[in-house]
T-cell receptor, first 111, second 115 residues
Framework: GNSVTQMEGPVTLSEEAFLTINCTYT??????LFWYVQYPGEGLQLLLK?????DKGSNKGFEATYRKETTSFHLEKGSVQVSDSAVYFC??????????FGAGTRLTVKP | DAGVIQSPRHEVTEMGQEVTLRCKPI?????LFWYRQTMMRGLELLIY????????DSGMPEDRFSAKMPNASFSTLKIQPSEPRDSAVYFC?????????????FGPGTRLTVT
């Protein structure tokens, strides 16, 4: 079935460190890929998305590239801030009803 | 737009009581989803609606759970009777029917505690 696997957390970094959160997917067909972020006490918010191979999604300094050959969509940021502390979810969608979320990775950034 | 609205934000109830969670989707969105989030099981899809019609309720844990969408701007998730293991954060999300790539917009969630 369609699914995503993301690196387990928690991840703890110092401010201005480089961030990578790995995400790989399994899907029949050509899914759209997403990263959502959940801040404490809030719902999930779309961070970025990519709809086809080699697309790069970007937002707020975060980037992820849709790699069909490695079935991956790794999230990266060159310099994290304390305000980036949150839980990050990788997800894929083939149809409206078929959004599959990863388990989430908790990121803590220390000053 | 105000985004997806959920109420209440917090609910504490005793085992055996009926609980009703409410959701107002974003205007114009044809899809509405109910999720449950726990530490142990992560984010689980419970049920989703298209144009007010329930399409897939296979994620609803048992008959104690029911969901309705009487019109395009309102949905409820009811638990009767509630049990301590129902304690979780319940999210409502909505999605437009056109345009793609089918991203979902989440509400702030209702934190349910059953004692």
């Amino acid at each position: 079935g369609n699914s995503v696997t993301q690196m387990e957390g928690p991840v703890t970094l110092s401010e201005e460190a480089f961030l990578t959160i790995n995400c790989t997917y399994t899907a029949t067909g050509y899914p759209s890929l997403f990263w959502y972020v959940q801040y404490p006490g809030e719902g999930l918010q779309l961070l970025l998305k990519a709809t086809k191979a080699d697309d790069k999604g970007s937002n707020k300094g975060f980037e992820a590239t849709y790699r069909k050959e490695t079935t991956s969509f790794h999230l990266e940021k060159g310099s994290v801030q304390v305000s980036d502390s949150a839980v990050y979810f990788c997800a894929l969608s083939l149809l409206f009803n078929d959004m599959r979320f990863g388990a989430g990775t908790r990121l803590t950034v220390k000053p | 737009d105000a985004g997806v609205i959920q109420s209440p934000r917090h609910e504490v109830t005793e085992m055996g009581q009926e609980v009703t969670l409410r959701c107002k989707p974003i205007s114009g969105h044809d899809y509405l989803f109910w999720y449950r989030q726990t530490m142990m099981r992560g984010l689980e899809l419970l049920i989703y609606f298209n144009n007010n019609v329930p399409i897939d309720d296979s994620g609803m844990p048992e008959d104690r759970f029911s969901a309705k969408m009487p019109n395009a701007s309102f949905s409820t998730l009811k638990i009767q009777p509630s049990e301590p293991r129902d304690s979780a954060v319940y999210f409502c999300a909505s999605s437009p029917n056109i345009g793609g790539p089918y991203e979902q917009y989440f509400g702030p969630g209702t934190r349910l505690t059953v004692t």
